[in-house]
């Protein structure tokens, strides 16, 4: 009898996953303008979905993925069982996006490196990667990409839009860019544009790899190497900005890998030790182009742009209805960011809902499973499931 | 009769400035015993004075320097009068550390790069610069060197050591090291130690030098490169964690240089042309192996290491007084380090004075003139002042 709670708990847990998915390709053969004005004659998104779209496709959640994210945000691979969703705490049948309700599509972004077309993709017009000459993208741009993926799979509407950071930023712009096609954005760890602190470590990002002997111009692949130094170095950066100072404090602290100073410059504190895995890691993976273009999509993201940089005016012609949720010790979008989101949209009288989420992580909260978080996002898409769940 | 404030000002300022001054050279020839172990047989520091050492020896200050400083302190060189010491501003006659009433000693530290002996020196042994080969070095190695400075100048008893960030750290240490030989420290954006955020940035700046192949394992003066790239990036992150989130807002804010988008990877934002110039300039001049040994030392500082992490005990052996000064905006090293420094001071019964200056301009603020910083230094100096000007 004792082992009954346990036996609840694996059930649960084998239930809580949509368990195998696997990954679709859809291909668009109509030339996509860019905003910078170059044009890609065709392209390829990859992409997944989980649950069940429903008769009148009126239960569709987008998720938009950041910086290094993708398509593959819940369940497994049959042929890879532990490569599992890097969303999987937050989609799944009972979690908070429920994919017993909704039809949940996930792509991976034009541009990336992941399965979409992006800059190690093969050009068919050369027959050699893409390299420097993938255009340089937008929000706007994939937004655009991101519609005709939805055309293609029949939703003429999202239930909701649903990113964390610069997933949320692409979320917002679904309501700017196409107000009629979405019901509900979810934007989490946001904001409506960078600062100048987040575009300076943009930059040194940037210059790390642009100044990688390896990146050969962005060409790299042509000569069998990759800009991994630099690549590294972006990465390693990145951390220390997803992470709060305090929650750096309590993991690694002065902690010193071999419990004193060895007086060189091998690793010596343990934060060195997981910085630098955590770089070596992302490098041996991470294409270096889709780096320096997922970067400039940060920076370039700024709906207030074509207002006088009014964002009252910008958000003007956004109908969808919003749930902003910021973490009290994110830095890098901190919740004075999200609530310049909340403002403008009040200012036009949306409906907007917003929770500052109490949480140690940092900017990475928007990725871990926290009981008020969760909580939140529950009570939310429950509503929104209820306008089309009898 | 209306340029007679003018002529009173022009009066003032000439007044105010210490005048031409000109660094000297001490040389030791009694072997330095690092706490690495590494033994330094004889070595150079340069330095400068200003003021006048009174009968008994009382007057004198110390100034300790930051990653990047020197000895030049104050004043400007006869054949170079363009050249104006670092902290003129806060140095010279009716100034906060007044030349009429102290007399103010300077150096560069060892392992510098501005003329004391460094990595870049000439190892008399070798006939070639140090290199690699020049030891890791800590605070505590410094104030050992700085020490022997104060003998050969028969300054047995500092009034003040004063310092801002790592130049606050020699002055803690001054109290520590040396009890009986300061009777007042003055730390200014300062910290008891590093975090694993701060030694994370450092890392990250390290790894971009370590990584750069002009590094050359720290021996590329022999092949006639400087690791421009990796001091580039070093110095770049530098700066965005000098700079306060809100005075880059107010300084460079989304403006664009050509005002609008290029979609390239060439300087776009105004904050990108300020900090790559910054980087540039930097790397232009300054060494690659002592901005890795600062770093180092600034890691490594912990007064509470050899005491299980204790402050209290770290600090129980000090038996000077201390003003401790933050600003508001620091988030390098933010008020609430310098409270760190603050109590285990008070739990030791020392005299202490703390200000937590509002200001906008974040690590950086130690370096301006800001008039409740410097009203709050001129106060306490001229107390020290009083203790032996009759």
Same mark, same amino acid.
């Given at each position: 009898?004792?082992?009954?709670? %346990?036996?609840?708990?694996?059930?649960?847990?084998? #239930?809580?996953?949509?368990?195998? @998915?696997?990954?679709?390709? &859809?291909?668009?053969?109509?030339? $996509?303008?860019?905003? !910078?004005?170059?044009?890609?004659?065709? *392209?390829?998104?990859? *992409?997944?979905?989980?649950?069940?779209?429903?008769?009148?496709?009126?239960?569709?959640?987008?998720?938009?993925?950041?910086? #290094?994210?993708?398509?593959?945000?819940?369940?497994?691979?049959?042929?890879?069982?532990?490569?599992?969703?890097?969303?999987?705490?937050?989609?799944?049948?009972?979690?908070?996006?429920?994919?017993?309700?909704?039809?949940?599509? !996930?792509?991976?972004?034009?541009?990336?490196?992941?399965? !979409?077309?992006?800059?190690? !993709?093969?050009?068919?017009?050369?027959?050699?990667? *893409?390299?420097?000459?993938?255009? =340089?993208?937008?929000?706007?741009?994939?937004?655009?990409?991101?519609?005709?993926?939805?055309?293609?799979?029949?939703?003429?509407?999202?239930?909701?839009?649903?990113?964390?950071?610069?997933?949320?930023?692409?979320?917002?712009?679904?309501?700017?860019?196409?107000?009629?096609? @979405?019901?509900? @954005?979810?934007?989490?760890?946001?904001?409506?544009?960078?600062?100048?602190?987040?575009? &300076?470590?943009?930059? =040194?990002?940037?210059?790390?790899?642009?100044?990688?002997?390896?990146?050969?111009?962005?060409?790299?692949?042509?000569?069998?190497?990759?800009?991994?130094?630099? %690549?590294?170095?972006?990465?390693?950066?990145?951390?220390?900005?997803?992470?709060?100072?305090?929650?750096?404090?309590?993991?690694?602290?002065?902690?010193?890998?071999?419990?004193?100073?060895? *007086?060189?410059?091998?690793?010596?504190?343990?934060?060195?030790?997981? $910085?630098?895995?955590?770089?070596?890691?992302?490098?041996?993976?991470?294409?270096?182009?889709?780096?320096?273009?997922?970067?400039?999509?940060?920076?370039?993201?700024?709906?207030?742009?074509?207002?006088?940089?009014?964002?009252?005016?910008?958000?003007?012609?956004?109908? &969808?209805?919003?749930? =902003?949720?910021?973490?009290?010790?994110?830095?890098?979008?901190?919740?004075?960011?999200?609530?310049?989101?909340?403002?403008? $949209?009040?200012?036009?009288?949306?409906?907007?809902?917003?929770?500052?989420?109490?949480?140690?992580?940092?900017?990475? #909260?928007?990725?871990?499973?926290?009981?008020?978080?969760?909580?939140?996002?529950?009570?939310? %898409?429950?509503?929104?499931?209820?306008?089309?769940?009898?």
């Amino acid at each position: 009898m004792q082992f009954s709670g %346990l036996y609840k708990v694996l059930i649960l847990t084998a #239930s809580n996953s949509i368990g195998i @998915v696997s990954a679709k390709r &859809a291909k668009f053969d109509t030339p $996509l303008v860019f905003r !910078s004005g170059a044009v890609l004659p065709r *392209y390829e998104l990859v *992409y997944e979905t989980c649950g069940t779209l429903n008769a009148d496709k009126s239960n569709a959640i987008l998720i938009c993925h950041a910086l #290094s994210g993708h398509h593959h945000v819940a369940g497994y691979y049959a042929d890879d069982p532990k490569n599992i969703g890097w969303w999987d705490n937050m989609i799944g049948p009972g979690k908070p996006v429920d994919t017993d309700k909704f039809f949940v599509v !996930s792509l991976n972004n034009l541009g990336g490196c992941h399965g !979409s077309t992006g800059p190690s !993709s093969i050009n068919p017009e050369t027959g050699q990667p *893409y390299g420097s000459g993938f255009p =340089v993208i937008t929000v706007d741009d994939w937004l655009a990409s991101q519609a005709r993926l939805a055309d293609l799979l029949g939703i003429r509407q999202f239930a909701a839009v649903i990113g964390g950071s610069l997933g949320g930023m692409q979320a917002l712009q679904w309501s700017l860019s196409f107000p009629g096609r @979405v019901r509900h @954005v979810l934007a989490i760890a946001s904001a409506p544009h960078l600062t100048a602190q987040n575009i &300076a470590f943009n930059d =040194v990002a940037r210059s790390a790899i642009l100044g990688d002997p390896d990146f050969h111009g962005g060409d790299f692949y042509r000569h069998n190497v990759v800009p991994a130094r630099g %690549l590294r170095l972006a990465r390693m950066l990145g951390h220390i900005t997803y992470l709060s100072d305090d929650v750096m404090a309590d993991k690694f602290g002065r902690e010193l890998r071999s419990g004193k100073f060895s *007086y060189g410059y091998d690793i010596e504190f343990e934060i060195e030790s997981y $910085l630098r895995y955590q770089g070596d890691k992302f490098a041996s993976y991470f294409d270096a182009n889709t780096y320096l273009l997922m970067t400039k999509a940060l920076d370039y993201f700024d709906p207030a742009h074509d207002f006088g940089g009014d964002l009252n005016r910008a958000f003007a012609r956004a109908k &969808a209805d919003f749930l =902003v949720i910021s973490f009290t010790t994110d830095w890098r979008f901190s919740p004075e960011r999200s609530r310049e989101i909340v403002r403008p $949209l009040l200012h036009n009288r949306r409906n907007v809902s917003y929770a500052e989420i109490t949480s140690t992580h940092g900017h990475d #909260s928007f990725l871990m499973e926290h009981p008020h978080y969760f909580d939140v996002m529950r009570a939310y %898409l429950d509503n929104v499931a209820s306008e089309f769940v009898k």
